[in-house]
């Protein structure tokens, strides 16, 4: 069993500011690790993701995100927030192997509210 | 671009009706998923089908049923709806196999039953 722990239900911060969103998870077994965003009254957006390879991840609108496997993190961060970045941020894993058909056990979310 | 298209944005039912949701992906994608999303919870996946009329129970599988008659469609039936359903559904494709392949997500039918 896999679980995903978000630990921040909410985050916020001032423009330009930077920003961290936690994410800790749970398994038995190697993982795929993915960030999710959601725009209000939208469905999900992959921001990016970890499969293999280098632990710093960069992903899409200057967000990245560091794989600690000691610590089971993924950490998403940005270093200077805008306004549109406003939205709801989900954390992901899916098993790196067997028969997994890529699905997915998310986090609770971090509402992430940017003010100017 | 991949596009999953779920039928209704927004929908009200009555507690015990049969209520249907529909989801189309335009890609010949093998795999669809249907997840629930709660506020504080995530999103939580109800069913999942990797191939035409094949079907695996998710995490929450109970009160849901669901259909796929064709590849490009992965219908969510609710047989009696009940309060507690009340929520926001995601429908989702991905390429196929058994490992990962990227998942692309619909805009969501929120569903209120009262």
């Known amino acids: 069993a896999q679980s995903v722990t978000q630990l921040d239900s909410q985050v916020p911060v001032f423009e330009e500011a930077p920003v961290e969103l936690r994410c800790n998870y749970s398994?038995?077994?190697?993982?795929?690790l993915f960030w999710y965003v959601q725009y209000p009254n939208q469905g999900l957006q992959l921001l990016l993701k970890?499969?293999?390879?280098?632990?710093l991840v960069k992903g899409i609108n200057g967000f990245e995100a560091e794989f600690n496997k000691s610590q089971t993190s993924f950490h998403l961060r940005k270093p200077s927030v805008h306004i549109s970045d406003t939205a709801e941020y989900f954390c992901?894993?899916?098993?790196?192997?067997?028969?997994?058909?890529?699905?997915?056990?998310f986090g609770q979310g971090t509402i992430l509210t940017v003010h100017p | 671009d991949v596009k999953v298209t779920q039928s209704s944005r927004y929908l009200v039912k009555r507690t015990g009706e049969k209520v249907f949701l529909e989801c189309v992906q335009d890609m010949d994608h093998e795999n669809m998923f249907w997840y629930r999303q709660d506020p504080g919870l995530g999103l939580r996946l109800i069913y999942f089908s990797y191939d035409v009329k094949m079907k695996e129970k998710g995490d929450i599988p109970e009160g849901y049923s669901v259909s796929r008659e064709k590849k490009e469609r992965f219908s969510l039936i609710l047989e009696s709806a009940s309060t507690n359903q009340t929520s926001m559904y995601l429908c989702?494709?991905?390429?196929?196999?058994?490992?990962?392949?990227?998942?692309?997500f619909g805009q969501g039918t929120r569903l209120t039953v009262v």
């Open positions: 992901a894993v899916s098993n790196a192997g067997g028969t997994s058909y890529g699905k997915l056990t």
């Open positions: 989702a494709s991905s390429l196929g196999g058994t490992v990962y392949t990227e998942a692309f």
């Open positions: 398994s038995s077994v190697s993982v795929y």
């Open positions: 970890y499969l293999s390879g280098s632990t």
